[in-house]
């Protein structure tokens, strides 16, 4: 396993949330760079070096996808059986006794997560074929939830909140665009997409459909439509 020292991302990132404090609804914050720390380093010596064509960015982790697993979008069965990561975690110290971490062995599946890899391995047939010009990343590596256990979703906090988690977010964002130089950024929703505009510098930015079920429009043709949307873009830059 790497040293710990070779991802300045993750520690910048852990060093600058890790002292946040968070009013109601928030009463749960999870942060899967402690507990998955093994996971998301793994999945950044495998898949984010060299440079990129195409870079994916989601809001924050959701409690059945990358709260579970530490990857992106990470949906338990795609990450065991197209990424191929299987590393240690640990459940946190604090958790909902309704949203437990139990890492791979979680039975409920991201939809979120499912789609997205579903498309990339229809389109690109394996991990490695994806991620040679591709690479997925999450703006926030936080995990929000009410008492009930509810997602409380990124662009609910209030304001200062918000505030202190862009200036960190917004660096961490700006560093891997700086190492793998994408022509294309790809914002899933608009939350992601307003980031990839404030961080992107000159690359093209488009906005996709969030792959969520909660957004209706992605429950019908999600796939089709992210395939669309890059063939245009494609189309574009030549």
């Known amino acids: 396993m790497p040293n710990r020292q070779e991802y300045p ?4 990132l852990l060093q600058s949330l890790d002292g946040l404090r968070f009013e109601p609804p928030v009463a749960f914050v999870y942060q899967p760079f402690h507990y998955a720390r093994p996971m998301i380093e793994r999945y950044l010596e495998r898949f984010s070096q060299g440079t990129k064509e195409v870079f994916f960015l989601g809001m924050n982790p959701g409690p059945w996808g990358m709260g579970q697993t530490g990857i992106p979008f990470g949906a338990v069965t795609a990450v065991r059986r197209f990424l191929v990561l299987d590393e240690p975690i640990e459940a946190p110290a604090q958790q909902h006794s ?9 039975r409920r599946e991201e939809v979120s997560g499912t789609r997205f890899w579903s498309w990339a391995e229809r389109r690109f ?11 997925v990343w999450n703006y926030c590596p936080l995990l929000f939830l009410d008492e009930r256990g509810r997602n409380v979703p990124l662009d609910k906090l209030t304001r200062s909140e918000q505030a202190a988690i862009i200036g960190p977010c ?23 997409s307003r980031c990839l505009k404030r961080c992107a510098g000159d690359a093209l930015v488009l906005r996709a459909q969030h792959p969520s079920p909660a957004n209706p429009s992605a429950n019908h043709g999600w796939e089709e439509h992210l395939d669309a949307l890059l063939l245009s873009a494609a189309r574009d830059i030549d």
């Open 9 to 12: 991302v993750i520690e910048a």
């Open 98 to 106: 309704q949203r437990p971490i139990q890492g791979l062995q979680c």
């Open 125 to 135: 047939g394996s991990a490695e074929a994806f991620f040679q010009s591709h690479f």
């Open 170 to 192: 917004d660096i961490a964002l700006q560093s891997l665009l700086a190492m793998q130089q994408p022509r294309t950024v790809v914002g899933l929703g608009h939350y992601a």
